[in-house]
């Protein structure tokens, strides 16, 4: 009964407030306005960042910027003494040499042995030339320096000529 006397004390100094008062619900605005707008307000961003990003990189669709004719890509040429893209300027680096198979811990499918040694080796691959047709042959390469790990010089061949 004591407890409950004292239960009583220690509530008696708090002034008594009703559920209602603490609880209050919010006012009820037009919810579908404001859904609306945020999806509106949404595809204007994004629309407004892919308008941007086009406008910045200076690029039409499918076209080149300056002359506004479509691209096309260099095709391969082939001949008995030569083969690959005609355009040499594609492909700044040369080198000449005997063409034999094999790279350097898969670096390269062939290799270019060239004077001076093993250190002087071309390791090569190619997207262009199957190089496997001038295996043994003294050759001289045009194509575009790569890193390599285990290669000293990796190229990316993309044309070649038969030189003997």
């Known amino acids: 009964m004591e407890e409950k006397n004292l239960k009583e004390a220690v509530l008696s100094q708090f002034p008594k407030q009703d559920k209602e008062d603490i609880l209050k619900s919010f006012p009820k ?77 898969n670096e390269g499918t062939h290799h270019l042995e060239r004077q001076g040694g093993p250190s002087q080796n071309v390791y090569l691959s190619s997207t262009v030339i199957d190089l496997q047709s001038y295996v043994g042959k003294k050759v001289k390469i045009w194509g575009q320096t790569l890193s390599g790990q285990k290669a000293g010089w990796l190229m990316d061949v993309g044309k070649i000529k038969i030189l003997d």
């Open 29 to 105: 605005k037009g919810a579908k306005s404001g859904t609306l707008f945020m999806v509106v307000a949404s595809l204007f961003v994004v629309l407004a960042g892919v308008g941007t990003g086009w406008l910045l990189s200076g690029k039409s669709f499918g076209k080149t910027a300056q002359t506004g004719e479509r691209t096309t890509v260099t095709q391969a040429e082939k001949s008995d003494k030569e083969a690959g893209i005609s355009d040499e300027s594609e492909f700044p680096d040369t080198a000449e040499g005997t063409l034999v198979e094999g790279g350097i811990e």
